[in-house]
């Protein structure tokens, strides 16, 4: 089993003293008269310039007057980091941390339970969406608040579907609006698909694989599940989740697995204009509404067809969507009658366990879960928002004008999260391989399932067996 033994992370911090050694920035003088808060935060770019901003309204604001400062450092790798340091008895006051990280570190002991806190300040199951409520809850315990949340959707180019207006009719398709069962998204892929004459895809209508972030929960949108919460068993044999990795696998098969891989190849970083949708070589995309961010920075020009953004924010919702050459759809499903099905993921705010300053770390938390900071927040990340209860302003002046896709997904009662795997992490590794390797016609999806799920239950049942024999029920 790989779990993380806390001995060999033990071992770690030595080694690694000096990735746990962050100070203020240059320009940054610590008050002597407040207590300061250190806190780590895994954006960097633009995400993490816009969490500053949210940082220093609480340093100049409620950290003012109740004492507090908060020195923020951003680190691509602060999940390791924390973990590396809470072992240490070094932890950060708040950690930034991934959905998949959450029960791996709290059923490790490593986090700080946050309901009675949260409670106080009347953050309760009402105040939240249920799916971001329920995520950030486990084994009895809250565990962490969001800070920023996603919802995936598709994601297409309606510049590139009308200028093959003429040859989606000709198949049968809607040109003047996103596929709505994965049969219809196959056959606009199809179409949208173009090769030069040797055979190479120069766009793709649709790749699962691209930018495959979400690859590992397609089967929600074929009905299924690849976890039993209430047995705890993996079900990765089950009929929805092959057929969510068969429909993977079609795509290297009728594309052609070396076509499919030489394409990918070839596609350009995620924050770039070579970004693969942003530079319309893939017509249809699975993404979440951050999407938006990288738009307007990286190719503004998808957003700004009749007006600039100055002049387009004055416009109405409605008007506005006429300024894009882009547009937001429900992923369609796999399964008839079955709609609105998202995957709901999120970023956490969490204390770990061995804080200094636990009362003064939830301060902060609690300020970025007030409704007009949250919303401020999320506007700059251009995402929807955690909270059950949103402002007008929030729906008609919101950078995405397509948030109300977003927010009626994450309302939606087929509205799924990460599944509460305490070796989680483990899993995403194995199903991103097995995902690759079913793109590349390496084996078969049966096969390659059945494999993976003799070998995590067993990695479950380990952990599990080594969690009871502590006397810890976090499994």
């Known amino acids: 089993m790989k779990a993380i033994k806390w001995s060999f992370i033990l071992l770690i911090v030595v080694a690694t003293a000096g990735l746990l050694a962050f100070g203020p920035r240059a320009n940054e003088s610590l008050p002597k008269d407040r207590v300061v808060i250190d806190y780590w935060e895994k954006w960097t770019g633009n995400e993490e310039a816009q969490m500053r901003v949210i940082v220093d309204d609480f340093n100049n604001t409620v950290g003012a007057q109740k004492g507090i400062y908060v020195r923020y450092v951003s680190s691509s790798t602060i999940n390791q980091k924390t973990l590396v340091a809470t072992a240490g008895g070094v932890p950060p006051d708040i950690a930034g941390l991934f959905d998949v990280n959450l029960v791996q570190f709290a059923s490790m002991g490593a986090l700080e339970p946050l309901e009675d806190m949260a409670r106080e300040r009347g953050i309760t199951a009402s105040y939240y969406k249920p799916v971001y409520w329920n995520g950030c809850n486990y084994n009895g315990h809250l565990w962490a608040l969001i800070s920023t949340p996603t919802v995936v959707a598709l994601h297409y180019n309606t510049r590139i579907f009308h200028e093959n207006a003429a040859a989606l009719r000709a198949a049968g398709l809607d040109p003047d609006r996103a596929p709505q069962t994965i049969d219809e998204l196959d056959a606009y892929a199809r179409v949208l698909t ?282």
């Open 194 to 475: 173009t090769r030069e004459p040797g055979g190479r895809v120069i766009r793709a209508g649709f790749l699962p694989m691209e930018p495959n972030w979400y690859v590992n929960y397609t089967c929600y949108w074929f009905g299924g599940s690849f976890w039993d919460a209430q047995t705890r068993r993996f079900t990765l044999t089950s009929p929805p989740v092959v057929k969510s990795y068969e429909w993977i696998q079609s795509y290297a098969s009728w594309l052609g697995k070396d076509a499919m891989s030489d394409f990918r190849n070839g596609v350009g970083n995620f924050d770039s204009p070579q970004n693969a949708f942003l530079a319309g070589t893939v017509a249809m995309e699975m993404q979440g509404p951050f999407l938006a961010n990288f738009i307007y920075n990286r190719k503004p020009s998808m957003s700004t067809v009749l007006w600039t953004k100055d002049v387009e924010m004055k416009k109405s919702p409605a008007e506005r969507l006429r300024n894009y050459e882009w547009a937001v759809a429900p992923f369609p499903t796999a399964v008839p009658g079955l709609k609105d099905v998202a995957y709901c993921g999120f970023d956490v705010l969490a204390i770990p366990r061995d804080s200094k300053h636990k009362k003064e770390a939830f301060e902060f938390i609690a300020y970025v879960n007030r409704q007009d900071v949250m919303e401020k927040l999320n506007k700059l990340h251009c995402k929807n928002s955690p909270l059950a209860k949103v402002s007008d302003d929030f729906l008609n002046n919101h950078p995405n004008p397509y948030i109300r896709v977003f927010e009626r997904l994450a309302r939606s009662p087929h509205a799924q999260t990460v599944p509460q795997i305490p070796i989680m992490p483990e899993v995403v590794d194995d199903l991103n391989s097995l995902s690759q390797r079913v793109s590349l016609l390496q084996i078969t999806p049966q096969q390659g399932l059945a494999e993976l799920q003799v070998r995590l239950q067993a990695q479950y049942d380990e952990f599990a067996r080594q969690q009871r024999a502590r006397g810890s029920t976090a499994y």
